[in-house]
């Protein structure tokens, strides 16, 4: 067996960039490329920090599995201790199949259909987040048909500027979820009257990629100022659930600290004597994952820049063209800076299909490998088969060892789903 990591990571040696110690380029040699390489390490380490960081206040860490629901991901969670949390019915199957029991799995998502939320009574899960009047009307009217009581939590809607990026804040009164706080106090006077529903707490999740502590803050007071109201009036809740949202360092820049993150939350929750839920998804999962790409081709742009076409894009990794999200990109087998102007673009057929602008590297020429950084979360999770691209394969680097964890999708596998 190899020698264990020297560090937890993607780190340099020599001019190599390694994963716990693994060259990239012999991983993509035997994986081909697009791929995307998880390191255990860091996922441990994540998870870790954010577990950490409650210094014995009660909680539970539900990771978001829509950050990244890669099998062997959700169960090297579950097997630190992780709970779940689920989006569909499907990202429910995973958690099952990855080993989390129901009542590790909060069912989170403001759209479930009755069918999926019929799945969640029946299983009987943690708790199922509702986020309308109406939901919460068709759960409980579930839960009677079947003879099965429901646990639900109240996502509020604080209408909270999360000030991240308009596609991904969640939390004001104009974004599609959650119940106003205006409604809120209505809707849980209905709740005495229906047997067969208990409702266990209240949620807010106000948006992801957040940095600045101030938004995730002020959500929490809510919680905890409702959940207070709501005991006041004898509901007998178990916990406060605070969803996810810390952001990452995608551009090398100061974002919160997580243990600073997490001391805010239970400072804010602390007066309520309730253990505290979280929902992270993208700390713990983004920086443990890169994306491989080769340079297929060169280009000339202008008089002063290149293009560098990659055989990764939009297709393997939509956030750039989504929300003109950054990544660092830097080659894997020579120095991670230079002086050379590129446009780093993949192979789809939409000029949108950029996946870094204005990038200074060391010259690029074809077969060159490229690294595309804090790809791990909100990465292979949303990778399409537009231009019958296929899904790419998944490695996981666990003690100095790689492996497939997903193969990398055959055009047979597209095709077996037509006539
Ligand atoms: C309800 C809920 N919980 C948790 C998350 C995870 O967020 P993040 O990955 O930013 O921690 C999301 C994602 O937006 C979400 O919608």
């Known amino acids: 067996m190899a020698p264990p990591p020297a560090s937890a990571g993607f780190f340099r040696l020599d001019r190599e960039l390694l994963c716990d110690g693994v060259p990239l380029a012999d991983i993509a040699s035997g994986a081909g490329t697009p791929v995307y390489v998880y390191s255990a390490a860091l996922l441990r380490e994540r998870y870790r920090a954010v577990d950490d960081a409650f210094a014995g206040y009660p909680h539970a860490v539900h990771y978001a599995l829509k950050a990244n629901s890669t099998l062997a991901v959700a169960r090297l969670l579950r097997e630190l201790g992780s709970s779940a949390d689920a989006n569909s019915v499907w990202e429910i199957d995973v958690a099952r199949r990855a080993g989390f029991d129901p009542s590790q799995i909060v069912f989170t998502g403001v759209g479930k259909t009755a069918a999926e939320l019929e799945c969640a009574v029946a299983l009987g899960v943690k708790a199922i987040n509702v986020e309308s009047a109406g939901e919460l009307a068709r759960v409980d009217a579930i839960a009677q048909r079947i003879g099965r009581p429901a646990r639900v939590a109240v996502r509020l809607n604080p209408d909270i500027d999360a000030k991240s990026h308009p596609h991904i804040s969640t939390g004001l009164k104009i974004n599609k979820f959650g119940v106003p706080l205006d409604d809120a106090r209505e809707l849980f006077a209905t709740l005495k009257g229906r047997r067969a529903l208990s409702l266990v707490a209240v949620h807010v999740h106000v948006g992801s990629q957040i940095t600045s502590l101030d938004p995730l803050r002020r959500a929490a007071a809510i919680a905890a100022d409702i959940s207070l109201e709501l005991r006041g009036q004898g509901l007998p809740l178990e916990y406060v659930d605070l969803g996810g949202g810390l952001g990452v360092s995608y551009d090398r820049g100061e974002v919160p600290a997580v243990a600073d993150y997490i001391a805010a939350l239970v400072a804010e929750v602390r007066r309520t004597r309730l253990p505290i839920v979280v929902e ?89 490998l490229v690294a595309i950084r804090d790809a791990g979360a909100y990465g292979s999770v949303m990778a399409s088969n537009y231009n019958r691209r296929p899904l790419p394969a998944e490695v996981l680097v666990d003690n100095g060892e790689w492996r497939i964890v997903r193969r990398r999708q055959t055009i047979d596998d597209q095709l077996s789903l037509e006539t």
Not at 304 to 326: C, V
Not at 345 to 353: F, H, L, N, Q, T
């Open 280 to 368: 992270p998804g993208r700390v713990i999962a983004a920086p443990a994952g890169v994306l491989l790409a080769r340079v297929i081709d060169v280009k000339p742009r202008s008089a002063s820049s290149e293009f560098a076409i990659l055989d990764a894009g939009m297709t393997e990794l939509l956030r750039p063209a989504l929300y003109g999200a950054f990544h660092a990109i830097e080659p894997v087998s020579t120095a991670a800076a230079g002086d050379r102007h590129y446009e780093l673009v993949g192979p789809v057929c939409e000029s949108s299909d950029v996946v870094g602008r204005d990038r200074m590297l060391p010259r690029l020429a074809e077969g060159d």
